[in-house]
Each structure stands twice: as structure tokens, then as C-alpha cells.
């Protein structure tokens, strides 16, 4: 199993642009998840889904969007980069029961 | 508000020392899982605890979750390098808002240096 992959590792964007961090899982958990991790700061939930369909925001989604077309990918859409937005991205998955999370190895985004 | 508090922040120690970190909370929680996060990776999950009082032993960690199930500890007995790394906690279940177990509250970290 390759766990959660994340693509890209590392972009730089201008104030404006627009891109799409991707998440993929081979595990077949239902729950996958959004972060980002600022220094200093901990994971902050950004939107989160329980199932293929089915999207729901977390704690700071404003200025991105998710889709959820089937179990395996969660893609997370910026639209309109903002520096605000520089920080590193993890997509984490899980199981219901036990809420354990598995983290795809981040992608590091640095607006400009 | 923060609701899970880490403490200590920061963490400089010498190879062999003992040490001990901290994630307190107002709030009670379901579960509680410990993660460690290396540079330039995702964090991996070290260990959940789901009942209070419990105590689990991972080699030279251990972890305990409070008898409230509103604070927990990770020791680390004899450090060694490999021990360095970012320490978090993370609550699931917040039993205050209804929160599920799926979504967890992470607390900031405690970054801790194992020197040679």
C-alpha cells in the first residue's frame, strides 16, 4: 500500500492564481480530511469528507474548495491565491471508528 | 481557544535524560491520540487512548490519559536522537459540542531536540 500521496511536494503561486493540491488514498477509508500547518500553530482543519458525495467545512475553509467523485481522491481547489494562503498542506485519511488519521506526506505552498 | 494545550513548546535535551509532555483540555474527550511529525513529513500516529486512567507503553514511551479524560502525558524514558521530532495531541469526541470521534482537535506541538 502506498498510503496517502500527495502531489505536488512543493509549488510557488502568484497573488491570484489558482491551483489544485492533489490527494489520492489506496487504503478504501471512507473519511478523508484537509489540514494546514502553519509554524507555531498546530493542524487546522480545513474541510473535511465522510464519504464519496459528501463534503463538509472545517475550521478555516475560506478561500478553498474540495470535491469528493469517488473514495480514493480528495483534491483540494485555491482559487484566487492569497499570501494568507502560504502554508504547508497535509490530506490525512481514517476509518470511522477510532478516528486514527493517516497523513500523506504534505505539499509546501508559498504564495507570492 | 485553543482547546488542547501542549506544554512544554519547546524541548532541548540530552541524549539519555528523561522527559515528560503534557496535553491539557477543559474539554472531555473520547479518545486521545498522539502523533510524532519529522521534519518534512506527515505526522504518524503513535498511540490512542480511549478509556480514562488508561496507560499504554510503546518501548521507551508511555502514555497515560487522565482519569477525566481531559489531559493526557507521553514520557519518554532514556532519549535518544531518533526521539526528535514535533509531539502532538489530538482529541477525538469532544463529548462538550458533540464532536465524533472522525474529526480531531490537534493541539500546536511540542518540539523536542535530542542531542547526541
Known amino acids: 500500500n502506498a498510503g496517502v500521496t500527495q502531489t505536488p511536494k512543493f509549488r510557488i503561486l502568484k497573488i491570484g492564481q489558482s491551483m489544485t493540491l492533489q490527494c489520492t488514498q489506496d487504503m478504501n477509508h471512507n473519511y478523508m480530511y484537509w489540514y494546514r500547518q502553519d509554524p507555531g500553530m498546530g493542524l487546522k482543519l480545513i474541510y473535511y469528507?465522510?464519504?464519496?458525495?459528501?463534503?463538509d467545512k472545517g475550521e478555516v475553509p475560506n478561500g478553498y474548495n474540495v470535491s469528493r467523485s469517488t473514495t480514493e481522491d480528495f483534491p483540494l481547489r485555491l482559487e484566487l491565491a492569497a499570501p494568507s494562503q502560504t502554508s504547508v498542506y497535509f490530506c490525512?485519511?481514517?476509518?470511522?471508528?477510532?478516528?486514527?488519521?493517516?497523513f500523506g506526506p504534505g505539499t509546501r505552498l508559498l504564495v507570492l | 481557544t485553543q482547546l488542547l494545550e501542549q506544554s512544554p513548546q519547546f524541548l532541548s535535551i540530552q541524549e539519555g535524560e528523561n522527559l515528560t509532555v503534557y496535553c491539557n483540555s477543559s474539554?472531555?474527550?473520547?479518545?486521545l491520540q498522539w502523533y510524532r511529525q519529522e521534519p518534512g513529513e506527515g505526522p504518524v500516529l503513535l498511540v490512542t487512548v480511549v478509556t480514562g486512567g488508561e496507560v499504554k507503553k510503546l518501548k521507551r514511551l508511555t502514555f497515560q490519559f487522565g482519569d477525566a479524560r481531559k489531559d493526557s502525558s507521553l514520557h519518554i524514558t532514556a532519549a535518544q536522537p531518533g526521539d526528535t521530532g514535533l509531539y502532538l495531541c489530538?482529541?477525538?469526541?469532544?463529548?462538550?459540542?458533540?464532536?465524533?470521534?472522525?474529526?480531531?482537535?490537534f493541539g500546536k506541538g511540542t518540539l523536542l531536540t535530542v542531542n547526541p
Open positions: 490525512a485519511s481514517s476509518y470511522p471508528v477510532g478516528g486514527a488519521q493517516y
Open positions: 489530538a482529541g477525538g469526541g469532544q463529548s462538550d459540542s458533540g464532536g465524533s470521534n472522525y474529526k480531531l482537535t
Open positions: 469528507s465522510v464519504g464519496a458525495g459528501i463534503t
Open positions: 474539554s472531555v474527550f473520547s479518545s
